[in-house]
């Protein structure tokens, strides 16, 4: 247990206090997080007033880094009050924003829940990453009443208030259902306006010029775009009656459809049935109405088990993303917040330099003048500078001189008092923030400045569009050395990062008995550069003679950078033994 200095600022909009028991929740990797803290007022003051700052020390478990800060929202399920439309089925939902989606999460049945006609309310706790885009339901199909009629959910913050509408109106029932399906997607509706557009996507799917190209298999896809993925496409109904054919070029349409925005990457892959499974793949187009764009995705590789590299799976980069090259030269936008306190201002210039890992730039002198004053107690000033490009910014050195030039002006008592500064490059509009709360010295030489580290980075969809290159991951597996430890089930890999994940993989090799007591075994798995990586979900199917399994740890190089993650577990996958659980979600050991 350690203790947590926590300062809270309340909003100065009207109506912003609450009288209020207020608590925190601090979160750091691998789930570890604090209970409930309570930010308990000191006597005299019974609510958190407009505008007010509150300190508090509590104590609590040490969380190690901290990740995020996760918000509440009041969801509300509402069963449409048609025959049979309640369920005892499992209901999965995941969120899409602005700032990333939530993992998948289950939707607790707990006693009467979603039953026909009700309105369910509970509360969650969902990652801050509004604004809410869309929302997807996934049913299992399971239980005795497998058919669900979803009329619509609701989200409320109850942070800010704000409500999301999901509205389906619809059965989610192999049976009931027009197309069978149990997923839907819902776009969001927050104060009568809807957060994404509706849209038709019309792929084009070119089949190799070279022999053995077609494919009998069933192939499918996933979009990835601005705002989240499509989900699984099955490239189904064709214009041409046989499908995936040398040479050929393949059109298929989905409609009602949710746009994604710009496209960043595809993941495609066939489930290798039929007489001649191995593909080659020239390209994929994919057009959006309603952004009248069409996305190119080049691949020119087989998937087949026995060519290239063994994967039936590709993640291929947007080939628009190829106009996004760092360019030498860009433009800077410097924000400056000066502190609200008394003496804050200044009417002196400041200076400032940026360190970045491609160089450092050059001096970028911000101006105060009688006619428009800067730096003044709590006020925003935005500046613009043309400049080397010197890549992510990691520091900016910052001073304050003298606007007349002159020695004589560097009074030893006059101070600037910077709250924070922003830095955004323009060119890709990655944002850098700089959290200061200090006092800048008047000085007339350079050699005496401040330097403040980047506290937080908001990358954009460009930028991270940019990253988006192949790396073959050296994924390891140790076995545990216990009897009875190795597996003869059919195992699967899912890597996250902070781009994204891998998708669901099959560890396999032709003609190996692999996942044998104490043993160690290696694969290869290319896919786009997921980043930094932050977890790994491994699992079998419980098929064969022993499929219960002990995995001792698993271990994943990227190539690229030569960076091992080690994700430790020590734990059985088997029904009989422990928990129960065949999956695993492993952490690193950092």
């Not at 590299?309 to 400056?336: F, H, S």
Request: aromatic share 10%; net charge negative; with cysteine.
């Amino acid at each position: 247990m350690i203790p947590y200095h926590i300062t809270i600022t309340t909003g100065t909009e009207y109506d912003s206090s609450t009288d209020s028991r207020v608590y925190i929740i601090i979160m750091g990797p691998q789930k570890v997080q604090t209970e409930r803290l309570w930010l308990d007022l000191p006597e005299g003051k019974d609510e958190f007033a407009d505008g007010s700052v509150e300190k508090f020390s509590v104590w609590g478990l040490d969380v190690g880094e901290i990740k995020k800060v996760e918000i509440l929202y009041e969801v509300t399920v509402v069963t449409g009050d048609i025959e049979s439309g309640g369920t005892d089925t499992n209901i999965f939902m995941t969120v899409f924003g602005s700032n990333g989606n939530t993992e998948e999460m289950q939707l607790e049945k707990n006693g009467d829940r979603f039953e026909r006609g009700q309105e369910d309310s509970f509360i969650m706790e969902i990652a801050d990453i509004a604004p809410l885009r869309k929302m997807r339901i996934r049913t299992d199909g399971k239980g005795t009443r497998p058919h669900w009629f979803l009329e619509r959910i609701i989200l409320k913050n109850l942070t800010n208030q704000e409500v999301a509408t999901f509205t389906y109106g619809e059965w989610l029932s192999k049976l009931k259902n027009a197309n069978g399906s149990l997923v839907c997607e819902m776009p969001a509706v927050i104060d009568e306006e809807q957060m994404m557009e509706d849209t038709t996507y019309s792929l084009q799917v070119k089949t190799s010029d070279i022999g053995g190209a077609g494919t009998d298999a069933n192939v499918s896809l996933i979009l990835f775009g601005e705002y989240g993925d499509s989900g699984t496409l099955a490239l189904k109904e064709s214009n041409k009656s046989n499908k995936f054919e040398r040479n050929q070029m393949d059109e298929f349409s989905f409609s009602d459809m949710l746009s994604l925005g710009d496209l960043c990457k595809v993941r495609v892959w066939h489930d290798n049935k039929g007489i001649a499974p191995g593909w080659h793949l020239e390209y994929i187009d994919v057009m959006d109405s309603a952004m009248d764009k069409t996305f190119r995705f080049q691949c020119d590789r087989w998937l087949a088990k026995g060519e290239d590299d063994g994967q039936l799976i590709r993640e291929l980069a947007c080939a628009n993303n190829d106009i996004l090259e760092l360019k030498e030269r860009t433009a800077y936008e410097i924000v400056t917040v000066t502190s609200d306190r008394e003496d804050a201002d200044t009417k002196e210039n400041v200076w400032i330099i940026l360190e970045g890992k491609m160089g450092r730039s050059k001096e970028f002198l911000m101006e105060n003048s009688s006619k428009k004053r800067r730096f003044e107690r709590g006020a925003t000033d935005t500046f613009q500078f043309s400049s080397k490009n010197v890549g992510d910014i990691a520091a900016i050195c910052v001073g304050h001189c003298p606007k007349d030039g002159k020695k004589s002006s560097a009074k030893a008592d006059v101070f600037w008092h910077v709250q924070e500064i922003i830095v955004t490059e323009m060119e890709l509009c990655n944002k850098y923030f700089f959290r200061c709360n200090s006092k800048i010295p008047l000085r007339y030489k350079r050699r005496d400045y401040k330097v403040f580290e980047c506290a937080k980075v908001t990358e954009s969809f460009a930028s991270k569009a940019r990253s988006l290159v192949p790396v073959k991951y050296e994924t390891i597996v140790v076995t545990g050395f216990e009897k009875g430890a190795g597996t003869d089930a059919n195992v699967f890999i899912t890597i996250y990062g902070l781009n994204g994940d891998s998708g669901k993989r099959a560890l396999k090799q032709k003609f190996r008995n692999l996942f044998e007591r104490g043993k160690t075994n290696r694969f290869y798995l290319e896919t786009l550069d997921m980043g930094e990586l932050k977890k790994v979900r491994i699992e079998h199917d419980n098929s064969g003679l022993a499929p219960g399994w002990l995995v001792e740890r698993v271990e994943i190089t990227n190539s690229a950078t030569g960076v091992t993650t080690i994700f430790p577990c020590g734990k059985w996958l088997d029904e009989n033994r422990g928990d129960g659980l065949i999956w695993r979600e492993l952490y690193p050991r950092y």
